[in-house]
């Protein structure tokens, strides 16, 4: 099973809310990450945790809080967003070797209104 | 640091014809991986290939192949007998042996296959 699940497919929210993302794999992954990507764009890493822990952090405003809370799970927590965080939100995930491809979800399709 | 160059923006092919799509990209590091990643409209990307740095030997994966040229720093995708189903944004990419696992993505090159 190579599915990476991300839930809710798609979300809009206000700049006051606070929501979450959730990301799931069960193919013993060991890295996990969070893309944000705009249309017809490349997807631009937010985070990666390896082995539960974070491990990249690209400079991302703290209103985006990742956790990851299980080596199959993986949560983005939004507060305070801006109209320029509408995006597609990816979870990745892939093995502990380098060389190991990065299975993609299908994402969520977030709109800050 | 790193950067990947994907030079056409669009690309359109007639189905069942053969299209190359280009990719180039920068490095100093000798061990490193690259990927093409295939993401259609609304749907999931999911990847189409991949080529190890120290392998000479070109990656197949069915109807997609690549041209590996280390030297020149070149990687580019072809597409045999080209389907409807193969429309999509195509994304080159590159990551590093020790760096994490971060993917450094080209601009993307948009594929239309006309029927």
């Known amino acids: 099973d190579t599915e990476v699940t991300q839930t809710p497919k798609h979300l809009v929210m206000g700049m006051t809310n606070k929501k979450s993302l959730k990301c799931e794999q069960h193919?013993?992954?060991?890295?996990m990450y969070w893309y944000k990507q705009k249309a017809k764009k490349p997807p631009e890493l937010m985070f990666v945790y390896s082995y539960e822990k974070l491990s990249i952090n690209e400079s991302v405003p703290s209103r985006f809080s990742p956790e990851c809370p299980n080596s199959s799970l993986l949560n983005l927590h939004l507060h305070a967003l801006q109209p320029e965080d509408s995006a597609l939100y990816l979870c990745a995930s892939s093995g502990r070797q380098a060389s190991y491809e990065q299975y993609f979800g299908p994402g969520t399709r977030l709109t800050v209104t | 640091a790193q950067t990947v160059t994907q030079s056409q923006p669009e690309m359109s092919v007639q189905e069942a014809e053969t299209v190359t799509l280009s990719c180039t990209y920068d490095?100093?590091?000798?061990?490193?991986?690259l990927f093409w990643y295939k993401q259609p409209p609304s749907r999931q990307m999911i990847l189409v290939i991949r080529?190890?740095?120290?392998?000479?030997q070109n990656a197949t994966e069915n109807r997609f192949s690549v041209n590996f040229q280390k030297a020149a720093k070149s990687f580019s995708l072809k597409i045999s007998d080209s389907q409807l189903g193969d429309a999509a944004m195509y994304f080159c990419a590159y990551r590093s042996y020790n760096q994490g696992g971060k993917l450094i993505f080209g601009q993307g090159t948009e594929l239309s296959v006309k029927p």
């Open positions: 080529q190890e740095a120290y392998k000479q």
């Open positions: 490095t100093s590091e000798s061990d490193y991986y």
């Open positions: 193919m013993g992954h060991r890295a």
